[in-house]
C-alpha cells in the first residue's frame, strides 16, 4: 500500500504527497506517547525551598571496611584525606554554585548557595549529581595519591540534602561537622597511639578510653608518649575547608606589537580557584576574612 507519490519537477524526482495513512502513523504514535506520560504523575516533587543554602552531604560507606581493605595508615591516612579533598575540588570544579565544602574523614558536605537554581532546585538531582561526581573522581584521581597500590573495588557514598534558612543555621551546621572532627580525631589518635606505641590490644584501648573526657584523652597523650595534641596536623584536627578565591596568574605570552617584531609580553589575569583552608570556622575569624562565602540574611 503506498503512503506517498513520486512527483516530477523540473526534471528532479521528489516525494510529495503524504496520504492520510502517513498522517495516521504520526498521529497514533503521539497518541501512544501522550497514552503513557500519565506515569509522570507518580513522581514526586522534590523541588528546594527557596531562599535557603542546600547542603549535601555525602558520606563513605562501610569505609572501615575499605580503610582495612586498603590498609589506610592509623589514626590518619594523608593519602586518602588528599584524595577525598581533590574528589571535593572536583564537585566545586562542575558545580560552580557551591560556595563552601567541607570535610572529615570520609565525609564531605556541599554549600550551594541560597539563590542557586541549578537542576531547578531539585533535591534528587543535586544529591545525584554531587554523588556520582565526588564517586568518579575518587576513583579517577587514585593512582595519583596512592600509586601502584590497587583499587581492589569501588567505593561507594550515601547522600543526603538538608536545608538551612539563616547564615546562623548554616554555621551552626558546619561547626558542628568541625566539633565532630576535633572529638573523633582526638579519640581515634589517643586510641592508635596505646595500640600502636603503648602495646595494647585494640579491646585494651578501647577499655582504657571508656568514660574519658577530653582533658583525659590529652593527659594520656602528654603524660604518658610526651605528645602534645596541639601540635598535631591542623589537616586532622580541622579538617578542611574549600572555598572559591581569586587569584592573579601571570602568564607569557607571544604578541605582534604595531610596527614591532613578535615579542614575549607577561600577561597577569585573574582566575577563581578553589582554595583548601585547614583552620578553625567555628569562630569569627575566618568568615571575617571570607565575607563573600555568605549571603546577607535580608536578601
Not at 15 to 25: D, E, G, I, K
Not at 152 to 181: E, I
Request: net charge positive; charged share 30%.
Amino acid at each position: 500500500m503506498l503512503i506517498g507519490k513520486a512527483c516530477r519537477f523540473g526534471g528532479r524526482v521528489r516525494s510529495c504527497v503524504l496520504t492520510p495513512l502517513a498522517r495516521f502513523f504520526v498521529s497514533s504514535s503521539n497518541m501512544a506517547k501522550s497514552k503513557f506520560e500519565y506515569v509522570r504523575n507518580f513522581e514526586t516533587d522534590d523541588t528546594c525551598l527557596r531562599n535557603c543554602y542546600i547542603v549535601v552531604r555525602l558520606d563513605g560507606r562501610n569505609f572501615h571496611k575499605f580503610a582495612e581493605q586498603h590498609k589506610f595508615t592509623k589514626p590518619n591516612d594523608n593519602r586518602a584525606l588528599g584524595l577525598m579533598t581533590r574528589s571535593a575540588r572536583s564537585v566545586m570544579e562542575e558545580l560552580e554554585d557551591i560556595v563552601i565544602a567541607y570535610g572529615q574523614s570520609d565525609e564531605f558536605s556541599f554549600v550551594f548557595k541560597r539563590t542557586s537554581t541549578w537542576f531547578k532546585r531539585r533535591a534528587s538531582k543535586l544529591m545525584t549529581h554531587v554523588a556520582s561526581q565526588f564517586s568518579s573522581s575518587y576513583v579517577f584521581y587514585w593512582k595519583e595519591f596512592f600509586g601502584e597500590q590497587p583499587l581492589l573495588y569501588p567505593p561507594g557514598f550515601d547522600g543526603r540534602v538538608v536545608l538551612y534558612p539563616s547564615n546562623r543555621n548554616l554555621r551552626d551546621y558546619l561547626s558542628w561537622r568541625q566539633a565532630d572532627c576535633h572529638i573523633n580525631n582526638l579519640y581515634n589518635t589517643v586510641f592508635w597511639t596505646l595500640v600502636l606505641k603503648g602495646g595494647l590490644t585494640t579491646t585494651q584501648a578501647e577499655d582504657r578510653l571508656k568514660g574519658t573526657l577530653a582533658a583525659d584523652k590529652n593527659e594520656i597523650l602528654f603524660s604518658e608518649f610526651d605528645i602534645n595534641y596541639n601540635n598535631e596536623s591542623a589537616l586532622h584536627r580541622k579538617g578542611t575547608a574549600l572555598i572559591w578565591e581569586k587569584r592573579d596568574e601571570t602568564v607569557t605570552k607571544r604578541m605582534k606589537l604595531p610596527n614591532k617584531e613578535e615579542k614575549d609580553v607577561a600577561v597577569t589575569r585573574s582566575r577563581r580557584r578553589v582554595e583548601a583552608y585547614h583552620c578553625d570556622i567555628i569562630g569569627e575569624q575566618f568568615w571575617e576574612e571570607h565575607p563573600d562565602i555568605l549571603e546577607d540574611d535580608n536578601c
